[in-house]
């Protein structure tokens, strides 16, 4: 039986046994597509005609599942979650047949199918890959690069790529493709090699066999191999060789192993990108070939990989040379291309034997350089392009781009030739596996010689490259790594599964299950037969297995492929097990710890390998100790270690830890058994049979000793305890203590033990560890247990300072007496004491201590990785208390001293680099630098809740501190560490890609209810209600805008019937009334379009709803329809021609930039009916204009301009130069100069372009340039302003509107350059365009077009004169666009009113408001918002003998004419306030805003006034239209009442003179006033300001179809000026819109100082170039600081995302909705008489003030007073005013602080602590507040800081104080005394001494008597000596009586 127990000694159990079926298995049977896909295939064609149709499909379906299973194949990896980080569990890609199935799934549940994938042809293989989409190609920042995770799906003829966000790629192969490998870098190809391929004789050269992709998009390019040869000299060539095999492919690191078919060797490369000057050499041709004929082509590489565009077959030129690949130069060294060993059979011989003839044919397939012999099926001779190879290119010249190589292969190792009989074979399975230390292993199975090869490799130091070591042979079968525990498992050639670390074995692995080999086993079975037999005779074989094939003998026993292995013993007992059941066969599919096992049986099953530890706390002091012992000792340990821990029945999670230490010691030498701690520890049955061997041993009869150990037991001491004891009267039994003391006596260390040396070292460790754990409040469980170990450790190395910090530690548990094991003096000289081993005990809360105290201390010695809390709090503690800004950016600091063996240099190196700290945020103060960091170092509230909170404290009060005011730009997870969830949610929104953000959700309302979608839609259900209610909250104006915008509903047509009206002329008369009433329906959609500017986001599968255009009435009474297409009345034709137009535009402009939309969608949208075309060219506009039509292909915007359709041009052209605004894009210029024949070449053909698509490309012109300055446009435009009617028709109508375009287009183009046109002088713009204005001889037309000018018009007779009337207004305004804001006094003259009568009879009154304008644009600092200015503009003349319009008699003048002054008049002052909007445009100016309105009054009263007919109706309602358009660009977004007021009044006014002109004017004032809903306003800047003129340009059309002076569709531009300035404050509790106080600050100009201002959000900030700072006030909310000194990038983010602003209510505030006025606030109640108030607080009110749960249920259960109270009272009304507290201090987080404090002090009170460290933390926290940084602090911040509240502190401290007198004054003195003489003193008062030296600081007795203190007799030397112990002087005067032997206390 012995035997049997050494089995099962190191076995190691495998857990979790499940069958495993390939998931995909299944699924494909269920594949919907999967069975039809494969009968079609597999029908035989006689089947298909059989009468018996089912006998068919039956038939069929047999095949199918004998298909099916050839082919399956399928592979498993960890799984990877969407984000990137690793998760537990597997995910499978399963290949049958033509499918693809990768499914996802977790350790438990089932799996799923993630995707499933079906193609055309039968999958040769599948993989994931990983592609990078880099910009540059080169290594150093590949780290930076985005990854684009794929799966690839590889078949005959192509490879189908497509990745995890649904990109689709297809790349058709050149050749045939053995293999594919994923690498780091992108896919490489193995090339198959055909049989017959043109032999590489020196005229012809092989082609490349390996090749690689780096993206689905990439070419496929050659590999190039670098390999050093004997003589030093590496050669670098392409991969040509056949022989060479891939056999294994790692991304990380990145290496190939190959296999030489010919040599039998593997061969390890390194695979990286390749380097330019390797791609040169392989490029460029060598000469050292030297024959003329190889020196023919460039590269004729490249002309094979090309052939593919030409499909010529290549036969006639021989491939020449590939590059400097030469037959000639090939050596022995170089391992492609191995010169052949003489000793290749025949076989092989042959089968190299190719044949040209055979050879050349392949080349001539359509692909690159298809080398398949097969014919291809016609439909592949497609030619598909790779997408990056421009098509012209490669029809030209094939030669002329070289296919450049990507990837480099460098030779690292070959394995060393073996001289054995057997020859080498490729290796079956290779896997990289690293060892319990980290040491990493390439591992290959050679199953040939059923050799498992482990060769050791590790990075050199520089990690450049990696460094081979030696090969270990491991015998084996099948083999696999197990990464999650650093292991492998191997299975040995008899069937049994055993696991390796590295090279070294572990120990078997036990299945329950499946029974362990040897012990089914017996001798004396009898056999029912040999299997030689069979070997012998090979027919019985034959039948089994079908066809022999002799290069695999597919046998039942896999040993018996090599006879010559047949070792009679071994032999017998395999073959006795194997027939007897079934066995493992293989192992496959390693993931994490989990592996499959293949049976005999073919069923698989997969196991678990258990992990090292379980519990936390091993784990940690396993990595301590691997981390400090050399690596064979550690790998040593933990094997040991391993194989107790996974032996069968393993131990649970609570005994893993007892089983540790027992492990631990007896690896140092104890005797576990004896040693009386570790005696008892209760293994719950599983005594492990390493630890116990006498015990496992069943023995019939019991001993004695079993009564002792029951006796010792836990159990019996904690009976003999229990109260039912003494009610019993049990008298507690004798135990014989003879028994311990014999014990005591001899116990000692076996010195020969692995870890005897290493015990100093493992000590110092795990104390460190121990000092950790003290840092983590959840284990203190853990701490308990390490403490006996260590106490145990202290006193065998007789450490007395380390037992006495224990003590001090935990008294309850360390006593101060006990068990010793002797070790041998002469043994302690070969123990190693490690050179960081201190004899004073590192302590981190004595450290800490030491730092608040301002004291010095030595530093901190921390393990790297495994304590980052005590290096994490020694730095914070640094960096913030001793304010040393550099120990966290210093690498190593003075503060730590790192533990390190020396070899493990690098790994540590590596480690200090996670922490640098990046300077990227701006950090003023020590809290901010401290928090920065600590986000960093990846320290979260999670981390910081388990520290304990004395420790905690200084890192909460830079968090309190930082709180308060932050920097908007800090990044998220230093926002949510401080407690600002408002920020983080900015910050994280912030980095969202547009369109997905839940920004939108948050302020996008739902769709209406029933009642409105019933109802047509008119265009403007997708405003957001939320925001617009809590802008303009007290009336409903928003509803009365949308009526009064609204189109899609019939008007009311009242008109009343008079008795003399025939019906059918009061039908007529209705009619005219309506068609009175549509001129208004009709120019409604623009201002609708303003109105809900960007307000929609459109869902992607349904088209944009565009509402009707409703042209019908109803008439009261009977609501009988009224229609204008009866033909009653005449109606103008194409009158809606343009008003469906601007309402396609209103329904576009509601799409947000940020939308997502393509192509496809835009196509989508395309109407069925031609009528609708004009509202589809509207919608294309408004696409151009939110900047979506740059995604609309080419293709289609070709498709649309060739239909001819006018609308659908002058939108698509205006469109695209907006989206396109001053970028020159040469593609757009040359779309829009087709359009205009001034830009054609003067040869080119007439094109006929209707006008006024002419004129959308000239103003297109200047959109695409806007800005430029670009001389030859400029040129152009300005002869175009003048340009004159042609001969025929041509020119003749609308010639004001071309003029005007050109004009505004000229103006675009050198917008605000003033006088420094660059290159334009000899150009004269100026001049040239003053003539323009005020009229002159005709200058000669200079340029290519001068033949097109030879002949006058025969329609109109100009002469040689401009027309001035023409040219004037685009020129005057393009002078204002070029001298835009220059204050050019010069140029303004010549825009000055004429001042004498005579001048003035020679100027439309018209130009003069263009001149006022032009004039005051120019001189743009002058203006100034009072009516003094605006009447300053005026001239005298006009001034005094203008008749002011009340007056009733007009005064008669003979030389003055009336008329025309008091037009001047009207027109000048509507000038001045059109310069007045656009200089306040969006700003909300006050005083502009009541001068307009005063003018705007004034005119409408002139419009009533008796003499309005001097001045004419038409001119006063167009200055009317231009004030009122004026007041709304003042007011742009605000929806101010007055201006709403006066629009609706203008909307009622339908009669008279209120043509459609005047109706788009008024509504787009309205529109303007609530642009965006409120959500966006008018910019200043100049491009705006060009916008603004197009849109407002101050001639109105006359009807709807009147584009003679100015194009309609122009009047949309106004897009291009509108900005997102709205600002809505979101509660990121609740997530909904709220109010909340800004204080803007406003940069100092010339015109005002710096100034504040309040403004209340959600408002409309004013123009961002104007501000300093925006600052979310208190006290509600937490304040929020946007610096825009530092740039305005941040802030326009947030704008652009629908404004959201995140804030956070600051605990006990109410909202503005609920409190308006903030008197219910829980501040404002208590303010009166605060502290008398604290008792009376109610915990109901808390709810008010804080949302908190956690709060409101503390609230709920700890202050709510119950029936009975009696002494719990005083608690609650502690908890109360704590609670108080801390809800209006804003410090909830204190609240544990506070409580666990009181706890720890009434703790103390009873005399119940059994450990010191809340004592330790209170000692701290009151230390931190007497510190001297924290002082400072208050200084410079009085009002803020304090945490706690400053009552409770000297509460704590006296109670202490008061405790620890009591206990003195109690015979505790005596204690103190022992102590300190270092006598023994009682048990019951050891905890109460503990807690006495730890809260006074008491030094360690081994310190006193070196100061001598017998000798002092006062307290004054006292004071003295004790000064160099720092000990305080509260703890000296209760220590001064005990050491002067005075028995009075010196307290009173």
């Not at 498993?76 to 537990?88: A, N, P, T, Y």
């Not at 980290?438 to 050799?451: D, I, M, P």
């Amino acid at each position: 039986m012995s035997n049997f127990y050494e089995e099962r000694a190191t076995m190691i159990a495998a857990g979790d046994l499940q069958e495993f079926v390939p998931f995909g298995r299944d699924h494909c049977k269920h594949h919907p597509n999967a069975l039809n896909l494969q009968l079609r295939q597999l029908q035989p064609a006689s089947e298909l005609w059989s009468s018996d149709g089912a006998a068919g499909l039956v038939g069929s379906l047999q095949e199918v599942t004998i298909h099916e299973k050839q082919k399956e194949s399928w592979q498993l990896r960890k799984g990877v979650s969407e984000i990137g980080e690793e998760v537990d569990y597997d995910e499978e890609l399963y290949v049958a047949g033509n499918m693809v199935i990768w499914s996802k799934g977790s350790k438990s549940q089932a799996l799923a199918v993630y995707k499933a994938f079906t193609v055309d042809s039968p999958v040769q293989q599948a993989l994931w890959c990983d592609f990078i989409i880099s910009q540059d190609k080169s290594e150093k920042d590949y780290s930076g690069d985005k990854v684009e995770k794929c799966i690839c799906i590889l078949q005959s003829s192509c490879i189908n790529m497509h990745s995890i966000e649904g990109k689709d790629y297809i790349a058709s192969l050149p050749f045939q493709v053995a293999n594919v490998w994923p690498t780091k870098y992108g896919l490489l190809f193995e090339r198959s090699s055909s049989s017959h391929e043109v032999p590489p004789g020196p005229p012809r050269e092989p082609l490349p066999t390996m090749f690689s992709m780096l993206h689905p998009l990439d070419e496929i390019t050659p590999l190039v191999c670098k390999s050093g040869s004997l003589f030093g000299s590496s050669r670098v060539q392409y991969v040509v060789d056949h022989a060479m095999k891939i056999v294994f492919l790692n991304t990380d690191p990145s290496v190939v192993m190959t296999y030489d078919t010919v040599q039998g060797l593997h061969s390890v490369w390194a695979l990286r990108r390749v380097k330019t000057e390797e791609e040169n050499v392989v490029l460029k041709f060598s000469e050292q070939g030297g024959t003329p004929q190889n020196v023919a082509t460039s590269s004729s590489l490249t002309a094979h990989l090309r052939s593919l565009s030409r499909g010529d077959s290549p036969v006639a030129s021989p491939f020449q040379n590939y590059s400097s690949i030469h037959s000639q130069s090939r050596s022995a060294s170089s391992p492609s291309l191995h010169s052949r060993s003489p000793s290749i059979s025949n076989m092989a011989a042959l089968s190299r034997a190719h044949s040209p003839a055979l050879g050349v044919h392949s080349f001539s397939g359509v692909q690159r350089f298809n080398l398949s012999s097969h014919n291809q099926s016609p439909k592949r001779h497609s030619i598909s392009h790779s997408p990056s190879s421009n098509s012209n290119g490669s029809f030209l010249a094939p030669e002329t781009e070289p296919i450049v190589p990507e990837l480099c292969m460098d030779h690292l190792w070959t394995e060393t030739i073996t001289n054995t009989r057997e020859k080498n074979s490729q290796a079956s399975k290779v896997f990289i596996t690293s060892d319990l230390c980290g040491q990493k292993f390439l591992c290959f199975l050679v199953e040939s010689q059923l050799q498992l090869r482990c060769v050791k490799f590790q990075e050199s130091n520089d990690k450049t490259q990696l460094i081979f070591g030696s090969v270990t042979n491991i015998q084996a079968k099948d083999a696999a790594p197990v990464e999650k525990i650093d292991t492998m498992l191997v299975l040995e050639g008899s069937g049994n599964l055993v696991l390796y670390t590295g090279v070294v074995r572990v120990g078997k692995v036990f299945i329950p299950g499946l029974l362990a080999p040897s012990l089914t086993m017996s001798n004396t079975m009898p056999r029912p037969s040999t299997p030689l037999d069979s070997v012998s005779t090979p027919n019985p074989l034959s039948k089994l297995l079908g066809s022999l094939d002799e290069a695999v003998l597919l046998s039942p026993v896999p040993e018996l492929r090599d006879s010559s292995k047949l070792h009679d013993s071994l032999y017998n007992e395999d073959c006795t097990f194997q027939q007897l059941g079934t066995y493992i066969h293989s192992i496959r599919d390693p993931v994490h710890n989990r592996v499959t096992l293949e049976l005999s049986n073919g069923s698989m099953v997969r196991i678990t390998i258990p992990e090292i530890a379980t519990s936390e706390l091993v784990q940690t002091c396993l990595q301590a100790i691997k981390f400090i012992l050399p690596k064979e000792v550690a790998v040593q340990m933990l094997v040991k270690w391993y194989s107790v821990h996974s032996a069968p029945g393993g131990p649970s999670y609570h005994s893993e830890w007892n089983l540790f230490v027992t492990c631990l010691m007896n690896m140092m030498g104890y005797n576990t058994d004896r040693l009386a701690w570790t005696r008892n520890f209760d293994f719950e049955g599983s005594l492990s049979p390493v630890i116990a061997p006498k015990k496992a041993r069943p023995s019939e009869t019991g001993s004695d000793d079993d009564w002792e150990y029951l006796l010792n037991s836990d159990y019996h001491q904690n009976v003999e305890s229990h109260l039912l004891n003494r009610s019993l009267c049990l008298s507690p039994l004798e135990v014989s203590q003879m028994k311990d003391e014999d014990l005591s006596q001899n116990l000692s260390l076996d010195s020969s033990t692995l870890l005897f040396t290493h015990i100093p070292a493992i000590f110092f460790v795990l104390h460190l560890i121990y000092e950790e754990l003290k840092l983590n409040t959840l284990m203190g469980e853990g701490i308990r247990s390490l403490v006996e170990l260590l106490v145990q450790l202290a006193r065998d190395l007789k450490l007395e300072a380390y037992v006495d910090h224990y003590y001090r530690d935990y008294p309850a548990l360390v006593r101060t007496t006990g068990q010793v094991c002797t070790i041998d003096q002469g043994q302690t000289g070969f123990m190693h004491h490690p050179s960081f081993f201190t004899s004073e005990p590192p302590s981190i809360y004595q450290w800490v201590s030491s730092c608040l105290k301002g004291e010095g201390m030595p530093p901190y010695p921390y393990l790297p990785v495994i304590c980052e809390r005590s290096r994490l709090v020694v730095l914070s503690i640094a960096l913030y208390i001793l304010g040393d800004e550099s120990s966290v950016s210093d690498e190593s600091s003075q503060y730590l001293s790192r533990i390190s063996i020396a070899p493990q240099k690098s790994q540590a190196e590596q480690e200090e680099n996670r922490f640098s700290f990046r300077h990227s945020t701006s950090v003023s103060s020590l809290a901010e630098r401290l928090v920065v960091w600590m986000t960093n170092v990846g320290f979260a509230l999670r981390d910081l809740e388990t520290l304990p909170f004395g420790i905690a404290l200084p890192i909460r009060d830079a968090i309190y501190h930082c709180r308060e005011q932050p920097a908007s730009d800090w990044p998220e997870a230093v926002c949510l560490l401080i407690g600002r969830q408002d920020l983080s949610k900015q910050a994280c929104e912030g980095n969202l890609p547009k369109g997905k953000s839940s920004v939108t959700q948050v302020l996008s309302s739902d769709v209406p209810s029933g009642t409105e979608t019933e109802e047509e839609d008119d265009g403007m259900n997708d405003m957001n209600q939320e925001v617009m209610s809590l802008i303009w909250s007290e009336d409903l104006r928003v509803q009365d805008v949308r009526r009064l915008l609204q189109s899609a509903h019939p008007v009311r047509v009242n008109v009343v019937q008079y008795p003399e009206l025939s019906d059918h002329e009061f039908i007529e008369e209705k009619e005219n009334r309506l068609l009175q009433l549509c001129q208004r329906t009709m120019a409604l959609p623009v201002g609708r379009g303003m109105f809900t500017l960007f307000s929609y986001h459109p869902v992607p599968t349904e088209p944009l709803p565009i509402p009707k255009l409703n042209l019908t009435g109803r008439a009261p009474p009977r609501n009988t329809t009224v229609d204008l297409n009866s033909g009653n009345i005449d109606v103008p034709p194409n009158m809606t021609s343009w008003a469906s137009f601007h309402n396609g535009v209103a329904a576009g402009l509601k799409i947000a930039p940020a939308s997502q939309i393509d192509s496809a969608w835009i196509v989508y949208n395309k109407p069925k009916h031609a009528e609708l075309a004009n509202e589809y060219a509207g919608f294309l506009m408004a696409l151009g204009l939110n900047g979506h039509l740059t995604k609309l292909a080419t293709l289609n915007i070709h498709d649309y301009l060739t239909k001819g359709h006018e609308m659908t041009s002058i939108g698509l052209l205006l469109g695209v130069s907006a989206a396109k605004l001053g970028t020159m894009d040469m593609s757009i210029t040359r779309l829009l100069s087709i359009h205009i024949p001034a830009l054609l070449p003067p040869t080119s053909t007439e094109l006929d372009v209707p006008h006024n698509v002419q004129v959308a490309a000239v103003v297109g012109i200047g959109l695409v340039y806007q800005g430029t300055a670009h001389r030859h446009t400029a040129e152009v435009l300005l002869a175009e302003i003048g340009r004159p009617p042609g001969p025929e028709m041509e020119y003749c109508t609308d010639r004001e509107s071309y003029s005007l375009a050109a004009g505004l287009a000229l103006g675009m183009v050198c917008l605000g350059h003033g006088s420094n046109l660059i290159g334009m002088s000899d150009l004269n713009v100026p001049e040239q365009l003053y003539q323009y204005m005020v009229g002159g001889h005709r200058r000669f037309q200079a340029g290519m077009h001068r033949e097109k000018h030879k002949s006058p018009s025969y329609q109109i007779k100009e002469g040689d004169t401009i027309n001035v009337d023409v040219t004037c207004p685009g020129a005057t305004l393009a002078l204002a666009m070029i001298y835009l804001k220059t204050n050019n006094r010069s140029i303004a003259d010549w825009l000055r009113a004429p001042d004498t009568m005579y001048l003035l009879d020679f100027v439309k009154p018209e130009f003069l408001l263009l001149r006022t304008l032009a004039r005051c644009l120019i001189l743009w600092d002058d203006i100034l918002p009072n009516s003094k200015w605006v009447d300053s503009n005026v001239p005298q003349i006009i001034r005094e003998n203008s008749i002011s319009l009340s007056e009733i008699e007009l005064p008669c003048s003979e030389d003055l004419n009336l008329e025309t002054l008091s037009q001047a008049h009207v027109y000048i002052i509507a000038g001045a306030c059109l310069s007045l909007g656009f200089r306040f445009a969006g700003s909300e100016n006050l005083s502009a805003f009541n001068c307009l309105h005063k003018f705007a009054k004034d005119f409408m009263t002139y419009l009533s006034a008796p003499n309005a007919s001097v001045t004419g109706p038409y001119n006063l309602e167009t200055c009317l239209s231009v004030v009122l358009l004026s007041l709304a660009m003042v007011m742009a977004g605000s929806g101010n009442l007055k201006v709403l007021q006066l629009c609706r009044f203008l909307h009622m006014k339908t009669g008279g003179e209120m043509n459609y002109g005047f109706h788009l004017a008024h509504h787009m004032a309205l529109g303007l006033l609530f642009l965006g809903g409120g959500r966006y306003s008018l910019s200043t800047s100049n491009s705006s300001i060009a916008a603004l003129l197009c849109a407002l340009y101050p001639h109105f059309p006359a009807h709807s179809t009147d584009n003679r002076y100015h194009l309609q569709a122009l009047r949309h531009l106004y897009v291009l000026a509108a900005e997102p300035r709205l600002l809505v404050p979101v509660d990121v509790d609740t997530n909904t819109p709220c109010y909340a106080l800004l204080e803007v600050t406003y940069k100092g100009t010339q015109w005002y100082e710096q100034t504040k201002e309040e403004l209340m959000a959600p408002t409309l900030l004013p123009e961002l170039h104007l501000l300093k700072q925006i600052k979310v006030k208190g006290p509600r909310y937490w304040e929020l600081l946007i610096d825009l000194s530092k740039g305005t990038q941040h802030l326009k983010s947030i704008l652009s995302k629908d404004g959201v602003l995140y804030v956070k209510l600051r605990a006990g505030q109410l909202s503005y909705k609920e409190d308006p006025m903030g008197w219910q606030s829980l501040l404002a109640q208590t303010v009166a008489n605060r502290n008398s108030e604290a008792r009376a607080f109610k915990p109901e009110t808390i709810s008010a003030f804080t949302s908190d749960p956690a709060l409101l249920s503390f609230a709920e259960y700890f202050c709510k007073p119950t029936v009975n109270m009696g002494q719990k009272q005083e608690i609650l009304d502690l908890f109360s005013s704590v609670l108080y507290e801390c809800v209006t201090q804003e410090t909830p987080e204190m609240l544990p602080a506070y409580i666990a404090m009181d706890q720890a002090v009434r703790r103390l009170g009873r005399r119940e602590m059994s450990e010191t460290s809340e004592l330790w933390q209170i000692k701290l926290v009151l230390e931190f507040f007497s510190s001297r940084s924290h002082q400072e602090r208050l200084q410079n911040h009085p009002k803020r800081g304090l945490f706690m509240n400053s009552e409770f502190f000297p509460v704590v401290k006296c109670t202490i104080d008061n405790t620890l007198d009591q206990w003195l004054q109690a015979g505790g003195d005596g204690c103190v005394q022992a102590y300190l003489n270092g006598q023994p003193c009682e048990e019951s008062q050891l905890s109460m001494l503990a807690c006495f030296l730890v809260y006074h600081s008491v030094p360690a007795p081994r310190h006193l008597p070196s100061i001598g203190l017998e000798g002092s007799t006062s307290f004054a030397e006292l004071l003295f000596t004790f000064k160099q112990l720092k000990v305080p002087v509260r703890a000296l005067l209760r220590l001064a009586p005990l050491l002067l032997g005075n028995p009075q206390p010196m307290l009173m």
